[in-house]
């Protein structure tokens, strides 16, 4: 099965501030990587698709970028309402695997 | 207006059967394929079902492989999950999302405990 090693698990940021989410295939996933956001009690919503493509109605500060097996999502500015869970997933194969979260929170 | 719409969740006892519901709308509902993924009160995603769009085909992970069952009825317009010897650990959020990702359900909640 192919892993997605996702980090940091944590991240502590303020508004304006400019981060990055990555995670790393275990394996070749070519683009097969979408990015979902999630708020508490809320279903995951998309993002990135084909690891670089900004899905309907996401704000341009979302990015989506892959470097080799490393696959990034960076928000250019930190607003308020971006503060959520963030999960990468891979569908290049099945069985299709999720990375295990990341925590966007307010410094 | 797209939209799916779990049902079928509650509570139930170690070793017992649950059948979900997915009933979509807004979109061609044979054209797409159905997932389904879960989470665990507190913890990630798990993706959990993948049924292509005529339902010839369909992807487990190792975790349900042999006790769940994914199926839709282009009919009907509704997938299903059927979910047998539920464990302790298969207790979750369960969510449909279409091909793509792109469209979630709300989520129903399935609690297995005694």
């Known amino acids: 099965d192919i892993q997605m090693t996702q980090s940091p698990s944590s991240l502590p940021a303020s508004l304006g501030d400019r981060v990055t989410i990555t995670c790393r295939a275990s394996?070749?996933?070519?683009?097969?990587l979408r990015w979902f956001q999630q708020k508490p009690g809320k279903s995951p919503r998309l993002m990135i698709y084909?690891?670089?493509n900004l899905a309907a109605g996401v704000p341009s500060r979302f990015s989506g970028s892959r470097s080799g097996s490393d696959y990034s999502l960076t928000i250019s500015s930190l607003e308020s309402e971006d503060m959520a869970d963030y999960y990468c997933l891979q569908s290049k194969e099945s069985p299709n695997t999720f990375g295990a979260g990341t925590k966007l929170e307010l410094k | 207006e797209v939209q799916l719409v779990e049902s079928g969740g509650g509570l139930v006892q170690p070793g017992s059967p649950l059948k979900l519901s997915c009933a979509a709308s807004g979109f061609t509902f044979s054209s797409n394929w159905l997932n389904w993924i879960r989470q665990a009160p507190g913890k990630g995603l798990e993706w959990v079902a993948s049924i292509n769009p005529d339902g010839s085909s369909t992807y487990y992970p190792d975790t349900v492989k042999g006790r769940f069952v994914v199926s839709k009825d282009n009919a009907k317009n509704t997938g299903y999950l059927q979910m047998n010897n539920l464990r302790s650990e298969d207790t979750a959020m369960y969510y449909c999302?279409?091909?793509?990702?792109?469209?979630w359900g709300q989520g129903v909640m399935v609690t297995v405990s005694s």
């Open positions: 084909g690891a670089t």
């Open positions: 394996q070749d996933i070519g683009n097969y």
């Open positions: 999302a279409r091909t793509g990702y792109g469209y």
